[in-house]
């Protein structure tokens, strides 16, 4: 099975890139990374974002949620949607960790946008809290990505196949070289 895409016959070790939307090798070993929709394998932590953030869009369109709550109220409930994904490193089920990355876009997405909503931009107090509020976002922000990364699932470890890209997965574009 050869691995190559149409447009990826220009280097002869084009196999070796990681697809497009996918960031991640799409063999077995890696199928808790990758969501496979309609014939694209997509990342699965990516795409948990990216509807997270869509669902909050939607939140925001057809409710009054921003406006029956506080800010201090919506930064609480983005906090209890973001703890999930503290978990999810240590947490493979794939299906765990795509709801906890969903709910990790819409914390993000309810928190900045509360920002944005919620904040009398002509108050220079108000002002202030909304800086407050960003550099809390970007440390904790900064913490998860060093925790996640500390705490990394490498399926190509111990992998009795190779490792990407030589491995068994690759096997007829390695022989072609």
């Known amino acids: 099975m050869c691995l190559h895409e149409a447009g990826d016959t220009v280097s002869p070790l084009a196999f070796a890139r990681l697809r497009r939307f996918a960031h991640h090798p799409t063999c077995y ?84 946008s509360s920002l944005v909503l919620k904040v009398d931009w002509f108050s220079p107090k108000e002002v202030g809290i909304a800086i407050i509020g960003l550099a809390i976002f970007e440390i904790t922000r900064r913490f998860t990505l060093r925790y996640r990364h500390s705490n990394k699932d490498d399926p190509c470890r111990d992998c009795p196949h190779g490792v990407h890209p030589f491995c068994l997965h690759h096997l007829d574009d390695l022989k072609a070289l």
């Open 29 to 112: 070993r890696h199928d808790h990374h990758l969501v496979r929709v309609l014939g694209l394998e997509l990342c699965l932590g990516c795409t948990g974002l990216f509807l997270g953030v869509i669902t909050g869009f939607g939140i925001y369109l057809t409710t009054d949620f921003f406006a029956s709550f506080q800010l201090a109220s919506i930064w609480a409930i983005g906090i209890a949607l973001y703890l999930p994904t503290l978990a999810q490193p240590r947490v493979q089920f794939w299906s765990f960790k795509l709801i906890s990355r969903t709910l990790l876009g819409v914390a993000i997405f309810i928190m900045l």
